[in-house]
């Protein structure tokens, strides 16, 4: 009897924990952060703008955002690509897409973190972006001019957008990010983690894709989010074995 009632519980502690690690990992499918201009949840947006358009079917940005993305100082950070000079049109191209993607995807869960700031409470942390996305991203801004390698701080605010704070020079993309790797780990604090994986593989976050291929980064956090699921069960397991000898002796 006892022996049974050990198997049941045993049985049980396994199940509990399987739901413990799974439950949770699939509010990270499909969701929006907690920032500044995103919706709540994920829903169609027939009319989103230009490089913001592939996210029309399911979307956490509003059309007004995606329009605002397009400008080179809008109302959404104030912030002046153009810091340095006429930023080259094929570079900002992908300040664009990288915007759109931020403001727009609801496939960045596994990667959202939570902060404390003024401005939104979750970010993203080391999202894999697909290697040749940040290789072009790197390649089209290599001549462009910019003071700084960390766009997140840092800047003179006192005018209403940023400009270079004191002492720090203008000069090449290059000089600042040497490889295509510094400018997508550093430029925003590590949000993006350049990935070995190449676009399509299912293992790395496209910047930019077809719609009419569908999206391919529902698939990538699908892998993400199993594989968080797997660590977390994992995990569980040290937990498990203390509870099953505790019952064990318990009912000996």
């Keep these: 009897m006892a022996w049974t009632l050990t198997t049941q519980l045993w049985l049980l502690l396994v199940w509990g924990a399987e739901v413990w690690a799974a439950g949770p990992r699939t509010e990270l499918l499909n969701i929006c952060m907690n920032a500044k201009h ?3 949840k994920p829903s169609p947006e027939d009319k989103l703008h230009e490089q913001c358009s592939p996210w029309k079917k399911n979307a956490c940005c509003s059309v007004n955002t995606s329009q605002e993305a397009h400008k080179d100082v809008s109302y959404l950070y104030r912030f002046n690509w153009d810091h340095c000079g006429p930023m080259k049109p094929a570079c900002k191209r992908h300040f664009i897409q990288d915007t759109c993607l931020y403001e ?3 496939n960045l869960g596994p990667w959202i973190q939570e902060v404390n700031q003024s401005w939104r409470k979750e970010r993203i942390l080391d999202v894999p972006l697909c290697k ?3 290789e072009s991203w790197w390649e089209d801004c290599r001549t462009s001019y910019t003071c700084k390698a960390n766009w997140h701080k840092g800047w003179n605010w006192t005018s209403g957008s940023n400009k270079c704070p004191v002492k720090a ?3 090449r993309f290059d000089f600042y990010f040497p490889t295509p790797a510094a400018l997508c780990n550093e430029i925003w604090s590590h949000s993006y983690k350049v990935s070995n994986y190449s676009r399509g593989s299912g293992r790395c976050i496209q910047m930019w894709f077809d719609p ?3 999206n ?8 993400y989010a199993e594989a968080m699921n797997g660590a977390g069960l994992y995990g569980a397991w040290p937990l498990l074995l ?3 000898l505790m019952l064990l002796l318990l009912l000996s």
């Design 212 to 214: 009419a291929q569908g």
């Design 38 to 40: 995103h919706k709540e």
């Design 132 to 134: 040749e996305d940040c």
């Design 104 to 106: 727009c995807s609801p």
């Design 242 to 244: 203390g509870l099953a």
């Design 169 to 171: 020079a203008c000069h």
């Design 216 to 223: 391919p980064n529902e698939e990538v956090a699908r892998f």
